[in-house]
């Protein structure tokens, strides 16, 4: 999948073998939709509200900042939330059984989404296949929950949701527009028409849209959490900068505005580092996204320095949201 990505931006004559491949995707995905809508499949609904975050692009957007933001804003309100999600595990499988996620965790076991956000300690965080056993289940653990999160999870039906949030890159939007593998798309375009709200990361919005942008300043060292220094302290530094996330350009792009001068280095979304990866020999700091962290912990170095960054979004989404989950 990967070497077809360079050709999810554009049109190329490749696409003369792709685009009938897409179609079938296309037919295929709104058929599974419009079963789960008419009640052939089975859906599963919660005892709780459920707010879906997702996207309809393969690839990061910013869901799980987002996730964060609004658990945190949910929190603020006196809501008790629980967040669920696929979860990764080693050569891309995924997690068949329902378990929570703790900060002792490896990224191995659990991913590296999923482990970032328990890392964060706002809520408890379960994973699973099937995401309404996990949801399930963690009610179970925490019946103090009284929200589910369901972090990824636009095209997972088989759980019923009471509001819908789609977020969008703000500088990659839709690609060519085709759905997978001609494009990077699960889903047309037209299906954002039906979400209770879009959220556009770093980027320009359109109509009702909501802006999002990621605020970070800070840096802590990946071995010693405690040691925190703003991005004037690596004046004159030979930098280098990770980033394996959907869009690593978004990563080097904020360090830049920050006034760093880094030499980048891009890894797939997801990628399993090894301690390899940062072995360069010049740096005097070694810069890295929270999801690089959390897979760097265990070979990490004095060298190895961690930007936090925080989701930025208008309250009207918060009101937004709600009013969809209060009864």
Same mark, same amino acid.
């Given at each position: 999948?990967?070497?077809?990505?360079?050709?999810?931006?554009?049109?190329?004559?490749?696409?003369?073998?792709?685009?009938?491949?897409? #179609?079938?995707?296309? !037919? #295929?995905?709104?058929?599974?939709?419009?079963?789960?809508?008419?009640?052939?499949?089975?859906?599963?609904?919660?005892?709780?509200?459920?707010?879906?975050? @997702?996207?309809?692009?393969?690839? @990061?957007?910013?869901?799980?900042?987002?996730?964060?933001?609004?658990?945190?804003?949910?929190?603020?309100?006196?809501?008790?939330?629980? $967040?669920?999600?696929?979860?990764?595990?080693?050569?891309? %499988?995924?997690?068949?059984?329902? *378990?929570?996620?703790?900060?002792?965790?490896?990224?191995?076991?659990?991913?590296?989404?999923?482990?970032?956000?328990?890392?964060?300690?706002?809520?408890?965080?379960? $994973?699973?296949?099937?995401?309404? %056993?996990?949801?399930?289940?963690?009610?179970?653990?925490?019946? /103090?929950?009284?929200?589910?999160?369901?972090?990824?999870?636009?095209?997972?039906?088989?759980?019923?949701?009471?509001?819908?949030?789609?977020?969008?890159?703000? %500088?990659? *939007?839709?690609?060519?527009?085709?759905?997978?593998?001609?494009?990077?798309?699960? /889903?047309?375009?037209?299906?954002?028409?039906?979400?209770?709200?879009?959220?556009?990361?770093?980027?320009?919005?359109?109509?009702?849209?909501?802006?999002?942008?990621?605020?970070?300043?800070?840096?802590?060292?990946?071995?010693?959490?405690?040691?925190?220094?703003? !991005?004037?302290?690596?004046?004159?530094? *030979?930098?280098? !900068?990770?980033?394996?996330?959907?869009?690593?350009?978004?990563?080097?792009?904020?360090?830049?505005?920050?006034?760093?001068?880094?030499?980048?280095?891009?890894?797939?979304?997801?990628?399993?580092?090894?301690?390899?990866?940062?072995?360069?020999?010049?740096?005097?700091?070694?810069?890295?996204? /929270?999801?690089?962290?959390?897979?760097?912990?265990?070979?990490?170095? /004095?060298?190895?320095?961690?930007?936090?960054?925080?989701?930025?979004?208008?309250?009207?989404?918060?009101?937004?949201?709600?009013?969809?989950?209060?009864?």
């Amino acid at each position: 999948m990967e070497r077809l990505q360079h050709h999810w931006y554009r049109v190329s004559p490749l696409h003369l073998l792709l685009f009938p491949v897409s #179609l079938v995707f296309r !037919a #295929l995905a709104a058929a599974r939709r419009l079963l789960y809508r008419s009640g052939i499949l089975a859906s599963v609904k919660l005892p709780v509200p459920v707010v879906v975050v @997702g996207n309809i692009s393969v690839g @990061g957007t910013g869901k799980t900042p987002l996730t964060l933001w609004l658990a945190q804003q949910l929190l603020d309100n006196g809501w008790h939330p629980g $967040i669920v999600s696929r979860g990764y595990i080693k050569d891309g %499988a995924r997690s068949n059984v329902p *378990r929570e996620v703790t900060a002792a965790d490896a990224a191995d076991t659990v991913g590296d989404e999923p482990l970032l956000m328990a890392q964060r300690a706002l809520c408890p965080v379960w $994973i699973g296949r099937d995401r309404p %056993a996990a949801a399930l289940a963690l009610l179970q653990t925490h019946p /103090e929950c009284d929200i589910i999160l369901s972090d990824d999870g636009l095209q997972h039906y088989r759980l019923q949701r009471d509001a819908e949030i789609a977020v969008v890159d703000g %500088a990659r *939007r839709f690609g060519n527009r085709m759905l997978l593998p001609a494009g990077p798309l699960r /889903e047309p375009v037209s299906r954002l028409k039906t979400v209770d709200a879009v959220v556009v990361n770093s980027g320009e919005t359109r109509g009702d849209e909501f802006a999002m942008r990621l605020e970070g300043m800070r840096f802590h060292n990946l071995l010693n959490p405690g040691s925190v220094v703003t !991005a004037g302290e690596f004046a004159g530094q *030979r930098l280098h !900068a990770i980033a394996g996330i959907g869009h690593p350009r978004r990563f080097f792009s904020h360090l830049e505005h920050l006034g760093l001068a880094v030499q980048q280095h891009a890894f797939p979304d997801h990628h399993r580092y090894a301690a390899s990866d940062i072995a360069f020999e010049d740096a005097d700091a070694i810069l890295m996204t /929270e999801k690089d962290a959390v897979k760097c912990a265990s070979f990490a170095t /004095e060298k190895c320095w961690v930007l936090r960054v925080d989701a930025l979004v208008s309250p009207v989404l918060t009101q937004l949201i709600l009013k969809k989950v209060t009864p």
